[in-house]
């Protein structure tokens, strides 16, 4: 089993930054990526990006975000992070951390708020 805790979340202006993590614990010897996907109201749950933990970290982005998000990790911490900058209010969201392996592993989410 894996646990994944999300944390960083909040509400910022237009323009503004986060810096979101997502802490994982447990058996994390079958996992091979972790990743950010949101869900929006009303909304279908939809990728945001994605990293290998091994094999040098090899990343993936929605097209919509490329340049103003980026993932990474620290694999001494079990840690991945999304820095997201420029924030506009369409990026409201529940925003969750993933965990791919054998199984796939989902994080309680946290919230996401870019209003004036």
């Known amino acids: 089993q894996v646990q994944l805790v999300e944390s960083g979340g909040g509400l910022v202006q237009p323009g503004g930054s986060l810096r979101l993590s997502c802490a994982a614990s447990?058996?994390?010897?079958?996992?091979?990526?972790m990743g950010w996907y949101r869900q929006a109201p009303g909304r279908q749950r939809e990728l945001v990006a994605t990293i290998t933990i091994r094999s040098g970290g090899t990343t993936t982005y929605a097209d919509s975000l490329k340049g103003r998000f980026t993932i990474s990790r620290d694999n001494a911490k079990n840690t991945v992070y999304l820095q997201m900058n420029s924030l506009k209010p369409e990026d409201t969201a529940i925003y969750y951390c993933s965990a791919r392996g054998l199984a796939n592993y989902w994080g309680q989410g946290t919230q996401v708020t870019v209003s004036s």
């Open positions: 447990g058996n994390m010897l079958g996992i091979y990526a």
